[in-house]
């Protein structure tokens, strides 16, 4: 067979497989981990996110503000001609749509600060500190970042619910919840992250104790909130896991 038929199949075999992939991904968020921007960005969301509120007064870190953040931090690309990258802290800028993020990194110590988005300066210095409050994912994301995955539903989850009188179809399908409880959660626990969310069935509050990995999320506990139990005491009884 003459090379230019051989290639005429194989753009053909090509393209036909493009286009497979596309209408396969086609509603996945997808971003090739070993490109360098996206290894950056991937560190950075996967440990703590320190921020100086105190530098920059008025500035409700929960919110749009988190989520500008992490909207950044998730979708954007890292301007390498822009960023300083000697040294052990590193400084990266992060673009996305009209956001600019000013981020330092240390890549040994496992932890980033923000020190600029837009004209809001947090940090007039290049480096990290470890006794900033740590900045949190907003809801949106998330919610966003949960409803991707799998939900698996532990024995120990089932039989608590069985005991609190819940229907087990509540959380069949699909994972709600009202909010994050950051304090009380182990966000970057290795290898997967424990976290406590809020949620309200039939009028009452119950705490849920997830644990994600890299395809799913397991419901661990569940435990109904009431007014003379402590946050820390729930948390304490989600994570014994002991129906």
Not at 57 to 64: C, F, K, R, S, V
Not at 93 to 110: C, G, K, L, M, R
Request: proline share 2%; with cysteine; glycine share 4%.
């Amino acid at each position: 067979m003459k090379f230019t038929n051989r290639l005429k199949y194989f753009s053909v075999g090509f393209s036909i497989g493009i286009l497979f992939v596309i209408f396969l991904f086609k509603d996945r968020e997808f971003k090739w981990s070993w490109l360098p921007g996206n290894r950056v960005t991937n560190f950075i969301l996967d440990h703590p996110i320190k921020i100086n509120s105190d530098f920059n007064t008025g500035i409700n870190l929960n919110g749009d503000f988190s989520n500008q953040i992490f909207n950044t931090l998730i979708n954007g690309d890292v301007n390498f001609s822009k960023s300083d990258t000697e040294g052990s802290i590193k400084k990266y800028i992060i673009e996305y749509n009209q956001n600019t993020i000013h981020i330092a990194v240390s890549f040994e110590d496992s932890i980033s600060q923000i020190i600029k988005l837009n004209e809001m300066e947090f940090s007039k210095e290049n480096k990290v500190n470890i006794n900033d409050e740590n900045l949190h994912m907003d809801l949106k994301n998330f919610k966003k970042r949960i409803d991707k995955k799998e939900i698996k539903l532990s024995q120990n989850f089932l039989c608590e619910l069985d005991q609190l009188k819940i229907d087990r179809a509540i959380f069949s399908d699909s994972l709600e919840f009202e909010s994050v409880k950051w304090k009380l959660s182990k966000a970057y626990v290795k290898p997967h992250p424990y976290f406590i969310l809020s949620n309200k069935i039939e009028g009452l509050t119950y705490y849920v104790l997830i644990e994600e990995s890299s395809g799913k999320i397991r419901l661990k506990s569940i435990q109904l909130k009431n007014n003379i139990d402590s946050d820390y005491h729930l948390a304490d009884e989600l994570f014994k896991i002991e129906c």
